[in-house]
């Protein structure tokens, strides 16, 4: 299984469509094995393509801080299921989903900022 996380250095980013990268941990059973990055394209997440490339690319979480019912939408159409409301490293956040330890948190980013031009 892959599973990605939006990042920013090795941190993972509060908001999904604004990363700097994803982390791409490929994990089997209970342990990452795994490690890669992929590079995030300009502009919101939910307007891009990421979605399919993660989903081309063989993820099925996607592990977020911050993210827009849009995207979550998207990825779902693409079969990827999301976990919301993670902090801290990536790898710590895979680490915990694995132990069931991280939940989802239920909350969808309502706001974005001023320069913000997507329609969600």
């Given at each position: ?12 980013d509060?908001?999904?469509g ?38 081309q ?64």
């Open positions: 299984m892959k599973i990605a996380v939006p990042t920013i250095g090795d941190q993972v509060q908001h999904f604004h990363c700097e990268k994803y982390s791409i941990f490929t994990v089997e059973e209970i342990t990452i094995t795994a490690e890669n990055f992929m590079a995030s394209p300009a502009g919101c997440g939910c307007k891009s393509n990421m979605a399919s490339k993660l989903a690319d063989g993820v099925k979480v996607l592990i977020a801080g911050g993210i827009g019912n849009g995207a979550v939408n998207v990825l779902a159409d693409n079969g990827i299921k999301t976990i919301k409301g993670a902090a801290g490293t990536a790898r710590n956040a895979v680490e915990q989903f694995l132990r069931g330890e991280l939940l989802d948190s239920g909350d969808i980013c309502h706001t974005h900022g001023p320069d913000h031009l997507c329609q969600h």
